[in-house]
């Protein structure tokens, strides 16, 4: 990465009622946008997931992004090479719907 880049997320909880802070097992950093570097733009981007029973992220979504089209793709790119712990129930693994995660881009310093 670039000197004077900073990645951040934050695990919402969206598991009816299930308190749960959903942390990756591994997480891969975006890639911050070259234009948005240039122009010195930061933002951040709102994704809905599911987590299937071998914890691989799927069905991603945007649900929000500021600024728009500018974050999507690096974002998107990057929670899907994120590995979850899967989420047991009874012995089972089970899939895990409509998790939130945000993905910020910031300079640092």
């Given at each position: 990465g670039?000197?004077g880049?900073?990645?951040?997320?934050?695990?919402g909880?969206s598991?009816?009622?299930?308190t749960?802070n959903?942390?990756?097992?591994?997480?891969?950093?975006?890639v911050?946008?070259?234009?948005?570097?240039?122009k010195?733009?930061e933002?951040?981007?709102?994704?809905s997931?599911d987590?299937?029973?071998e914890?691989?992220?799927?069905?991603?979504?945007?649900?929000?992004a500021?600024?728009?089209?500018?974050?999507e793709k690096?974002?998107?790119a990057?929670?899907?090479k994120?590995?979850?712990?899967?989420?047991?129930?009874?012995?089972q693994?089970v899939?895990?719907?409509?998790?939130?995660v945000?993905?910020?881009?910031k300079?640092?310093?």
């Open positions: 670039v000197v880049e900073g990645f951040s997320t934050t695990d909880e598991d009816g009622g299930v749960s959903w942390e990756p097992a591994t997480r891969v950093d975006p911050f946008p070259v234009e948005a570097r240039e010195g733009i933002g951040y981007v709102l994704l997931l987590i299937d029973e914890g691989k992220p799927e069905n991603l979504s945007v649900v929000k500021e600024p728009r089209n500018l974050f690096e974002a998107r990057a929670v899907r994120w590995r979850y712990k899967p989420r047991m129930v009874n012995g693994a899939k895990v719907l409509g998790h939130q945000r993905v910020e881009f300079f640092n310093g």
